[in-house]
């Protein structure tokens, strides 16, 4: 069993940045972010495994985003640079088996973190 508690999103203008944190309870091989705006599906926007921080971007967060893990904290970070308006979404911290963009692949989710970027 798994339990993720997310946070740190937030209001922000476009061309800033924010940090979202997950805290991660139990073992997990792989970790990711998804998001996801009402009515529209859960994207994939990056992964990490846990142990040997192997990462995978989507491609309209690469050069952008940055995903890390620090495993004494046992917590998730997704760092959120030059953020756009068609970033605004809720983000979903998951654990899975490997990195992969499907969401099927992710056995645990968390409660999700608003992120708003105005333009």
């Known amino acids: 069993q798994v339990q993720l508690v997310e946070s740190g999103g937030g209001l922000v203008q476009a061309g800033g940045s924010l940090k979202l944190s997950c805290v991660v309870s139990g073992r997990a091989s792989t970790l990711g972010w998804f998001r996801q705006v009402p009515g529209k599906e859960r994207n994939f926007v990056a992964g990490i495994t846990w142990f040997g921080g192997s990462t995978k971007y989507a491609d309209s967060v690469k050069g952008r985003f940055t995903i890390s893990r620090d495993k004494v904290k046992n917590t998730l970070y997704l760092q959120m640079n030059n953020l756009k308006p068609e970033d605004t979404a809720a983000y979903y911290c998951?654990?899975?088996?490997?990195?992969?963009?499907?969401?099927?692949?992710?056995?645990?989710w968390g409660q999700g973190t608003q992120v708003t970027v105005s333009s």
């Open positions: 998951a654990a899975g088996r490997v990195i992969s963009l499907r969401r099927s692949d992710y056995d645990y």
